[in-house]
């Protein structure tokens, strides 16, 4: 019975890890509408884009603008594709699990065909690990390169009256310092 409360609590950790990182890319999102003052109505439209819209949204933003922050954002969408595919499993898939049993199989629709995985709480809890990695460099490290961009090139076409501070821990990101 332990065992099974475990693995259920594990599988519920990576759900919430994962609907972390789902945000991140929402809220990242949110800085590609035009109007960043209205940046928190942006987010709302955001979070109502499927995951898939989200990374898409991203890829061309950065394709189209910021070539520099390019190769960075490939290669975090890349990691945000392989560990999307496991969540597809834990939480879209089908499942078959035998109580008290520590592995489940899932089962999801590939390319028409049935493709089934095994998991158990270990190979899960490898997983929260790498979700917590893709969250550390997508949300930490290139969150706020990527918002100084989309700042610093807002502030450049727009009057001083509109102009926006970007400041992380009390620190001027933005290129432009404040009247």
């Not at 099974?4 to 929402?26: M, N, R, V, Y």
């Not at 995951?51 to 910021?66: G, H, P, W, Y």
């Not at 392989?82 to 089962?107: C, D, K, Q």
Request: include cysteine; proline fraction near 1%; aromatic fraction near 12%.
């Amino acid at each position: 019975m332990n065992k099974d409360k475990a693995f259920k609590e594990t599988l519920g950790e990576f759900i919430i890890k994962f609907s972390q990182l789902e945000f991140g890319l929402a809220y990242l999102c949110s800085f590609t509408d035009f109007d960043l003052r209205k940046q928190k109505l942006a987010l709302i439209k955001q979070m109502s884009n499927s995951f898939e819209n989200k990374r898409k949204t991203l890829s061309i933003f950065i394709d189209e603008n910021f070539q520099e922050l390019k190769k960075e954002w490939e290669d975090i969408n890349q990691k945000i594709g392989i560990i999307n595919r496991e969540r597809r499993f834990l939480a879209h898939g089908f499942f078959e699990y035998y109580f008290p049993n520590e592995e489940v199989s899932t089962m999801i629709i590939e390319s028409k065909k049935i493709t089934e995985k095994k998991h158990t709480s270990i190979t899960i809890k490898d997983l929260i690990s790498q979700v917590d990695d893709i969250d550390f460099e997508l949300n930490i490290q290139f969150r706020s390169k990527f918002i100084k961009e989309v700042v610093d090139n807002w502030n450049n076409i727009v009057l001083d009256d509109n102009k926006i501070v970007y400041k992380v821990n009390n620190k001027v990101m933005s290129e432009w310092k404040g009247v």
